[in-house]
């Protein structure tokens, strides 16, 4: 399906357009208020824009040494040139330590590889088990904002949505609702021979894999089943302990507009003798994983980092500010950009990451009005590289669009030359009103002919009066003169 089919069924549902705009505009407002409480906001931003520029910079020395650490701490590090080989390493580490049952914490990078859908048809139970990743999986679809991905449903929605799928009784109490996925996560935590995370960041000089979260269970994930994946898209690496402050002072204000979210996870290397035992009500004594395994996943991200006005975007911490930012965003919501990254950040990470799958139109989603690059806690430059994308995607890099192209100028020349002295000004205005009054129905011209048709697809023109001003003006003229 199309952009133009998906956004346009969006805006003609009205339900979820009503949802999106109030918890974006709640989660605008929180993060205001968080940013306003930091005085240092934009020197916090330059900075972070140096680390991540500086470590793109250097990416293949920091990786190396990001490698070096996870070995010498006791993990494994596998290298995934693209979606398949993430799927298939995955796979592989699966059947290597008998895993046939999987809990996942929330990771975009294991949306983009299309993960769950490779392990299922391998045969593995696989579980989301962040509270929105939980309900999108269980009503079969796609995450549709990066930090909350059930944001277009309500608790009625969900309610209904877990009485008819897991057959309880149906209730719109969002406690109930997250009680009942408390038990149900909780036996598949403790039945899990394998937890997969993403990382928020990884550290270069320590190997440490961060992750920020709210809900505990990334942390249940990554300690009680006894192969611990963790999924690292190579541009999460920040290169040391000392720069993490930075994001973690930017990244759960942008989000959630907190301070500080429920839990940050610290994981260097899997468990080692000696480390404190881990157990809670209802759960055996762990020890954290026997194994960790990280896959470092570049997936176009190489390509990205070639070109000198997409290489900016590699900077992005996957906050979603830009998407609660965004007026199209609001209103058309994140199943509407037809990929796994949906708003700002969207429309630039599936042309870069996917170029051949990604809708073609997507650069063009957007109003250019910048107010997500004002949000952007990264100070990505979201609108230069969306009309980067744009002139490539118009041909400006190949010339694939030369005909329109001259087409373009054609018109151009056209029209400066009818502008260019009031004889032919008034000549040209003649041609075109009568041109346009017989295109005209009901009033309203609502169809112009190819090469002008694109212009009247989304709205329609009035048709140009006969009595024009002008001609007023010069009868009064002469009657004043007679
Ligand atoms: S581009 Fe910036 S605002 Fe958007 S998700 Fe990434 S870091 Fe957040």
């Not at 974006?24 to 916090?44: F, N």
């Not at 909350?148 to 309610?159: F, N, Q």
């Not at 541009?235 to 204000?253: H, M, S, T």
Request: hydrophobic letters at 40%; aromatic letters at 6%; one cysteine or more.
């Amino acid at each position: 399906m199309s952009i133009d089919t998906t956004s346009r069924s969006a805006l003609d549902d009205d339900h979820p357009r009503g949802l999106l705009q109030q918890v974006t505009a709640r989660l605008m407002a929180k993060r205001a208020a968080a940013v306003a409480a930091v005085p240092q906001w934009a020197d916090l931003r330059e900075q972070a824009r140096r680390i991540k520029r500086a470590t793109l910079a250097g990416l293949e020395r920091y990786l190396l040494e990001f490698e070096r650490q996870v070995t010498a701490h006791g993990g494994v590090v596998h290298w995934a040139g693209d979606a398949a080989e993430a799927c298939r390493i995955v796979a592989e580490i699966a059947a290597a330590n008998d895993v046939c049952r999987v809990v996942k914490s929330k990771s975009m990078v294991a949306e983009e590889i299309g993960l769950n859908l490779f392990l299922e048809q391998a045969g593995l139970k696989v579980v989301e088990t962040d509270f929105g990743e939980y309900i999108i999986q269980v009503a079969g679809e796609r995450p549709s904002h990066i930090i909350a991905p059930a944001i277009h449903k309500s608790r009625a929605d969900v309610g209904r949505l877990f009485a008819q799928k897991l057959k309880i009784g149906y209730t719109d109490d969002p406690a109930t609702l997250a009680a009942h996925a408390r038990v149900v996560l909780r036996g598949e935590f403790c039945a899990a021979q394998m937890g997969i995370s993403g990382a928020n960041f990884g550290v270069a000089s320590t190997g440490t894999i961060v992750i920020v979260e709210n809900e505990g269970n990334a942390r249940l994930t990554t300690t009680l089943p006894r192969v611990h994946v963790a999924l690292v898209g190579i541009e999460k690496l920040i290169p040391a302990v000392e720069d993490l402050g930075v994001f973690l002072a930017l990244l759960p204000r942008s989000a959630t507009g907190q301070a500080m979210t429920s839990y940050v996870s610290f994981i260097t290397g899997p468990r080692r003798r000696g480390d404190a035992r881990t157990a809670g009500p209802g759960l055996e004594e762990r020890f954290g994983p026997e194994q960790l395994h990280v896959v470092l996943i570049d997936n176009g991200r190489t390509r990205m980092l070639a070109d000198p006005v997409m290489r900016d975007v590699l900077m992005c911490i996957r906050c979603g500010a830009c998407q609660n930012a965004c007026p199209v965003y609001r209103h058309i919501g994140g199943h509407s950009y037809g990929g796994v990254y949906a708003g700002p950040i969207g429309s630039l990470l599936g042309p870069g990451l996917e170029p051949r799958t990604s809708p073609p139109d997507l650069p063009f989603l957007s109003t250019l009005c910048g107010a997500c690059a004002e949000v952007c806690p990264v100070k990505v430059d979201i609108p230069a590289a969306l009309l980067h994308l744009r002139h490539q995607a118009m041909g400006g890099a190949t010339g694939k669009a030369l005909p329109y192209r001259r087409l373009q100028r054609l018109l151009m020349r056209a029209w400066a030359s009818a502008m260019a002295g009031p004889v032919r000004y008034r000549v040209a205005s003649r041609v075109l009103g009568a041109v346009l009054r017989t295109l005209a129905r009901g009033g309203r011209v609502r169809r112009l002919p190819w090469p002008f048709h694109g212009w009247t697809e989304i709205r329609d023109l009035p048709v140009p009066p006969r009595r024009t001003f002008r001609r007023d003006l010069n009868r009064g003229r002469d009657g004043r003169r007679a």
